[in-house]
């Protein structure tokens, strides 16, 4: 970014960029956010549309792009701000299209998995600093603010909780008329530390359901702890 130049979602709305360029704008936009005086408050609470769409589709479309960017596979996309049924197209280079069977045009949906308080535990985060996790957040029947209690998970119930929270969302994503050749991207909010072999049992939960096969894949990103699963589907058209 250089400096002096303001960025916002215009900067990629409608835009045809090389992927690892994309990556880039989207990278020095929340750096232009976060750094604002109140950036972080701003990040934390979603303040506006741009903080949402920042955190809830641009950056797990980066996260995409670099894990699918490669030698042979510089592609492009166009990010779509508007109410279409895809928040993002893919123009896979020819000579990629002609010796694998990896489309031309792909089209990418983003959304999040996350738990029904994560709201409250990003204000209490702002707020007082922290909580025990979206979880344990109960509303004061008093003072109508939540209040966030100790809590401990027992045996397997974090992972349980990331599968079903996963799960909700494709179940609902599924009875959507999108596209072929539709990659889902899933931004799964964890309401605990998740551990890799804690993830790899969730995405194993997750793919046995089989509702992943609406899709030409599923991308399920964890962010705080850095995991990443491809489930391939089998929904494309053929030759296109």
Known sequence: MRKGTKLDLSTLDDKLLDGLNFCRKV?????QVRAEPDGTAKLRLRATKLEKRLLEELLPIAQYIQARYRVGNRFKIRWLSGSQAYDAIIWTPLLMVKNTNVPRKMFLEVTTSIHKNAHFAQKLLHEKGGSFGAKSIRINKRTGVPDSMPYVNVNDEGISDLTLQIIGR???????????????IVNCNADSLILEDEWNEAVQRVKSTDLHRAFLAVFLIEPVGHHSAALWGGRRSKGK
Do not use: G, H, M, S
């Open 27 to 31: 990278y020095d936009l929340f750096d």
């Open 170 to 184: 494709l179940a609902d994503k599924v009875q959507k008329n999108y596209p072929a050749n539709t990659v889902l």
